[in-house]
């Protein structure tokens, strides 16, 4: 199983930024997506999560009205578009996968990949 996050960077504060996350080696159809981020000396949280289908999607407190997320199955990639970002926002981004329904805790997700970097600068 292969999950390869990207699309991260540098971007100033209101700025937008879409994160990609392709898969690989699973049947993309039975497993829900998540997106996590991490800042040093924090614990990873759940930012967003996409059901199976895509018709249920569910957002962290900070991210609702700002973020999301979407998937296209038949490219085996979940996105995530991030709009007025903030300096807060800075952190590692990571997409896990788990099968059937979705979980905003990183206990809950199967396979992770690595993650890309969003750097929000004031």
């Known amino acids: 199983v292969q999950l390869q996050a990207s699309g991260g960077g540098l971007v100033q504060a209101g700025g937008s930024l879409r994160l990609s996350c392709g898969a690989s080696?699973?049947?993309?159809?039975?497993?829900?997506f998540g997106w996590f981020r991490q800042t040093l000396g924090k614990e990873r949280e759940g930012v967003s999560c996409i059901s199976r289908g895509g018709g249920s999607t569910y957002y962290s407190d900070s991210a609702k009205g700002r973020f999301t997320v979407s998937r296209d199955n038949a490219k085996s990639t979940v996105y995530l578009r991030m709009t007025s970002l903030k300096p807060e926002d800075t952190a590692i981004y990571y997409c896990a996968v788990k099968r059937y329904g979705c979980s905003m805790s990183e206990n809950d997700m199967k396979y992770w990949g690595k993650g890309t970097q969003v750097t929000v600068s004031s």
């Open positions: 080696g699973i049947i993309v159809e039975d497993h829900a």
